[in-house]
């Protein structure tokens, strides 16, 4: 094993790309594919404040940490566990949380996966000109069409997974920071467009209204549960992501100044996605809640429609793969680092494993929207089950147990070297989030759900 005072994989070279990376891995499909229709299917506004009141309540508290955990312990996320675990004379059973990390990383990465190849094809949409001078009839046929071809979406799956592959092949310096330097700020611009165009068309308030207004009573346990599992799945929380990342990260940092920058970037970059996407959907007639298909059946329009939105029709499917892509890295980079450090593999071996794993497993993703599509476990299709099963199970409960451990299991003089936050009432307020709110809240959630209050 390495010494403990770097990590094997290198280390990133300043303050400011470990927050590009952890920006690269927050900002992703979740934010700009995902949050809008869940947001649509569950009912608007007030869905939205439930789910700011997570990241609040419980990511950004988890998130500081998981992120201090893993600069800790300098492993991957096993590694880690059970060398703080020991450190802390603890049940040596903790390094299970990290296995509960990888197994959920693959899982995630399977879907995810197939969404950016869906991606990937849109830029060859529209470079063609499908969309130009698009209605939503138009757009939603060409969905349609692409939905029910499960050799297409296997083709743009492979493609997107070698890409994947081959940049974390290249290591934490070399290959992650560099994907994403110049990728935030352009994609952030490109959602600026977005939303001015939404400006320019006359549903712009009714999107805005559906996007901010409180409801209360269109929100259900099971409503507060997509909200939390997706809190922390925008923040790559609760599977190690976060931890890996942590792990690269200089001693002389400060993990609580970041994290928010982080949290507060990622919940930015959603809303301007939200306000970009209702607007275009009202005015189209589109229905909020159509699902998985939403963006890919509301931005072509906008693109088909307006100056220059050939030009930028293509950007931003470029920025959204890009997007994707330094995302999917953190999902696999815990798998990947596992491999490497115990299975004696070079990066590249390892890379090769886990890609050819994710690949066949997002084949269930690819045919849950064709020729698996009645195929139901627990009135879910594959791609359905494996969302809920990763986003509203296993990263909470992740999540819930990086908590706990921070909170009641570490040594609190530990914690607070490794944050050496300089006014003490900060670590207190922290402390007090991680041992009792963000646990409470998790568990509530919980027992909601499953019909105990
Ligand atoms: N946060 C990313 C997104 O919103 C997805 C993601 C990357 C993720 N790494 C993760 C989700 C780790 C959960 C855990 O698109």
Known sequence: MTDSNKSSHGEWSSRMAFILAATGSAVGLGNIWKFPYITGENGGGAFVIVYLMCVLLIGIPIMIAETMIGRRGKRNPIGTMALLAKESDADPNWHYLGWLGVVAG??????????????????????????????????????????????????????????????????????????????????????????????????????????????????????????????????????????????YLPKDISIARTTVIVAGADTLVALLAGMAIFPIVFENNLQPGSGPGLIFQTLPIAFGNMTGGWFFGILFFVLLVFAALSSSISLIEPAVAWLVE?????????????????????LGTIFSFNIWSEF????????????????????????????????????????????????????????????????????????????VI
Not at 146 to 160: D, G, I, K, R, Y
Not at 391 to 400: Q, S
Not at 413 to 426: A, G, I, R, S, W
Request: glycine share 8%; net charge positive; charged share 10%.
């Open 342 to 362: 115990t299975r004696n593999m070079t990066r590249q071996r390892a890379c090769v494993w886990a890609g050819a794993v994710t690949w066949l497993l997002g």
């Open 106 to 247: 693959f899982l995630i990465l399977s879907y995810y996966s197939v969404i950016a190849g869906w991606g990937l094809s849109y830029i060859l949409n529209v470079f063609t000109g499908s969309f130009s001078g698009a209605g939503g009839e138009k757009v939603q046929t060409i969905f349609n069409d692409f939905m029910a071809s499960p050799l297409q979406q296997l083709f743009w799956h492979t493609v997107f997974m070698v890409v994947t592959m081959s940049v974390v092949a290249r290591g934490v310096t070399e290959g992650l920071e560099r994907a994403v330097q110049w990728l935030m700020p352009a994609l952030f611009f490109l959602l600026l467009l977005l939303v001015a165009y939404a400006m320019s068309t006359n549903s712009y308030f009714k999107g805005l209204n559906f996007l901010f207004n409180t409801d209360f009573s269109k929100i259900t346990g099971q409503s507060v549960l997509t909200a939390m599992g997706h809190a922390f799945f925008t923040l790559s929380l609760g599977m190690g992501a976060i931890m890996v990342y942590g792990a």
């Open 376 to 451: 139901k476990i627990f009135d879910r299709t594959v791609f359905e089950l494996l969302d809920y099963l990763t986003a509203n199970l296993m990263l909470p409960i992740g999540g819930f147990c990086i908590a706990i451990f921070a909170g009641w299991v570490m040594k609190q003089e530990h914690c607070k070297k490794e944050l050496h936050l300089t006014n003490p009432h900060y670590f207190e307020v922290w402390r007090f989030l991680v041992c009792y709110v963000s646990p409470a809240a998790v568990f509530l959630v919980f027992l909601n759900v499953v019909g």
